[in-house]
C-alpha cells in the first residue's frame, strides 16, 4: 500500500466537486475511485451490532473536523455549488480518517465526526492529531490554490479532539435507528472544535494528557473551563495544539498503518 499524500486528498476532493458540478463521465470515474468509501456506513464496527437501547462503552479519541465560516458562504453563494464543495470536502475528511486508522461516525453539517481506537490511547491520539494536521494542512495548500484556478473562493478549517469515556448506545425504535455515541469526550470535542478558529486544532485535557509535550500543546485563552453543579465546582482546561510543527513526522504514517486501524498498533 502506497503512502497517501496532501495531493491525493486535493484529487478526492476537486474530482468530487468536478462530478457533481457536471459530467457523466467524470462521475463514473468518481464512483470507481471512491467506492470503498461509498459502500461503507459510517460507524464503528465494534458497536454497530447493538440492538436498540443496548449500549457498550470505549475510551476513544473522538475528533471533529469542520469547515469555518460556510454559513455565510451559504447565503452569498449558489446553494447547490455550496452543497458540492462541502460534500467533495468532506469526502476529503473521510478519507483522511480512514486512512490514519480512525473511524467516520457521522456527518453534521459540514463537518465530520469522527473516532480513533479503543486500543492504545497514545497511539489512538498520535494518529488522530495527524489526520487532522494532514486535513487542514491538504486544505490550506493543495485544495485551496485548486479551487482558486477555477475561480473559487477558498475554504477554510478547523478542528476539536479530546480522549475519554464514550458510551455507544442504539437509539431509535426497530424500525429506524441508529449508533449514538454518547459522552464528556465526545462533547467536549465538540466544544473544542467550536473553540477553533480557522486553522486551528484545539484539543482538550484527556488528550493533551495522553501526549505531554510542551512545544506542541498551549494552553487557550480561555481555558480552563469550569463546570458547577450545587456547591463542587471543577475545572478541565484545554489547548491549542501547534500542528504545523508537527507535519514534518507524517509523512510515511499512512503506509506503516497498511490499511489497519489505530487500534490494532501498540506501543511496546
Not at 98 to 117: E, I, K, Q, S, T
Not at 166 to 181: A, D, L, M, Y
Not at 247 to 259: A, D, F, K
Request: with cysteine.
Amino acid at each position: 500500500m502506497g503512502d497517501y499524500t496532501t495531493t491525493d486528498f486535493g484529487n478526492t476532493v476537486l474530482r468530487d466537486y468536478r462530478a457533481r458540478r457536471g459530467g457523466v463521465d467524470v462521475v463514473k470515474e468518481t464512483r470507481q475511485a471512491s467506492s470503498a468509501l461509498e459502500t461503507k456506513a459510517l460507524g464503528h464496527p465494534h458497536f454497530e451490532s447493538l440492538a436498540v437501547g443496548e449500549r457498550r462503552a470505549a475510551s476513544i479519541v473522538a475528533v471533529f473536523i469542520d469547515l469555518t465560516d460556510f454559513t455565510g458562504r451559504s447565503f452569498w453563494d449558489d446553494e447547490t455549488e455550496v452543497v458540492d464543495l462541502a460534500h467533495a470536502v468532506l469526502s476529503g475528511f473521510v478519507e483522511t480518517v480512514v486512512n490514519f486508522g480512525g473511524f467516520p461516525l457521522g456527518l453534521r453539517g459540514d463537518g465530520l465526526f469522527a473516532g480513533f481506537g479503543p486500543g492504545d490511547p497514545q497511539v489512538a491520539g498520535v494518529m488522530a492529531l495527524s489526520a487532522c494536521s494532514f486535513a487542514l494542512d491538504a486544505v490550506e495548500n493543495v485544495v485551496n490554490p485548486r479551487l482558486e484556478q477555477l475561480g473559487i473562493a477558498r475554504v477554510q478549517a478547523r478542528a476539536g479532539i479530546d480522549y475519554g469515556r464514550v458510551t455507544f448506545v442504539r437509539s431509535g425504535n426497530q424500525q429506524h435507528s441508529e449508533i449514538n455515541p454518547l459522552g464528556f469526550a465526545a462533547n467536549f470535542a465538540a466544544k473544542c472544535e467550536k473553540k477553533a478558529g480557522s486553522w486551528e486544532i484545539v484539543a482538550g485535557e484527556g488528550l493533551a494528557t495522553l501526549l505531554p509535550d510542551a512545544d506542541t500543546f498551549v494552553e487557550h485563552q480561555d481555558s480552563p473551563k469550569t463546570y458547577q453543579r450545587d456547591y463542587q465546582r471543577k475545572t478541565y482546561r484545554f489547548y491549542d495544539y501547534r500542528w504545523r510543527r508537527t507535519l514534518r513526522h507524517i509523512p510515511g504514517t499512512v503506509q506503516q498503518l497498511n490499511g489497519h486501524s489505530s487500534e490494532s498498533i501498540a506501543i511496546s
